[in-house]
């Protein structure tokens, strides 16, 4: 979950073989890469995806192993990092089990212990809509979601061919302070797109939704908490290294990174 940013996949111009993708994952479901466009996480370099779509019945069982070889989903597709000449992004995820809240993140706990943590079905409302764009106004005002509309956002949400959950973040009143969309898997719960009120900074609501996603998790007894890409150097993504121990998908398959 690239928090506040935008995963949208530009448009898809050649067809691709995924030679990292095994050949079990591909029939009948055609991979593509998309068009470069300039990277938003690392100056001087240039971002490509690959790209698949996820229909049919066997969508889920489908995504299932597609997570576990790093892509990520967006509405009805999904897609991973396809880059010439670079690998900086990593997939990364909790393990849950072996999690550990250290000094900081029992911090932002206490902070919020006056918001209840709720999961469930996936349903835009226009409240949820207006904080969305509070937070993009403030986050990301040049961006193409901060001219996303009431539709665009419902269809970022309910436009999926998994079984997806919104937890929300509320306090006593009922006042909406955060919402993050997450995909459930058969081995964890990943992580889509979170936003918060970007008045509260002080509370850290980006951290307390991926501590919300770990009790989902634990809550279902399932293994572990995908948080989509990490770049080492990319101040951005520097929130993702607070939660370990950490797992990277490397060539070798999935290891430990930070302990």
């Not at 991979?31 to 300039?38: G, R, W």
């Not at 990520?72 to 393990?95: D, F, K, N, T, W």
């Not at 079905?121 to 986050?139: E, G, I, M």
Request: glycine share 6%.
């Amino acid at each position: 979950m690239p928090e506040g940013r935008s995963d949208g996949i530009p448009g898809v111009v050649t067809k691709a073989a995924p030679a990292h993708i095994t050949t079990a994952l591909a029939p009948p479901h055609h991979f593509f890469a998309t068009s470069t466009l300039p990277c938003p996480y690392v100056d001087g370099q240039h971002e490509r995806k690959l790209v698949v779509e996820l229909f049919g019945h066997d969508a889920p069982d489908f995504y299932n192993n597609l997570s576990r070889a790093g892509f990520r989903r967006s509405h009805s597709l999904a897609y991973r990092p396809a880059c010439v000449g670079c690998e900086r992004c990593v997939p990364v995820r909790i393990p849950v089990a072996a999690f550990v809240e250290r000094r900081s993140l029992r911090r932002i706990r206490n902070l919020n212990r006056d918001l209840d943590a709720g999961a469930g079905v996936a349903r835009a409302d226009h409240d949820q809509f207006r904080l969305f764009q509070r937070y993009q106004r403030s986050r990301h005002a040049e961006s193409d979601m901060a001219a996303m509309t009431y539709t665009d956002y419902r269809a970022m949400v309910e436009d999926t061919p998994l079984t997806t959950a919104l937890v929300r973040l509320r306090d006593r009143d009922g006042m909406l302070h955060g919402a993050c969309l997450a995909d459930l898997l058969d081995d964890g719960v990943s992580a889509v797109y979170s936003f918060y009120d970007p008045a509260e900074s002080k509370r850290g609501l980006g951290t307390m939704l991926i501590l919300s996603l770990v009790d989902e998790a634990r809550r279902r007894h399932l293994p572990y908490v995908y948080l989509g890409y990490w770049i080492a150097e990319s101040p951005k993504m520097g929130y993702k290294a607070r939660f370990r121990p950490l797992e990277a998908l490397q060539a070798e398959g999935w290891r430990q990174i930070l302990t």
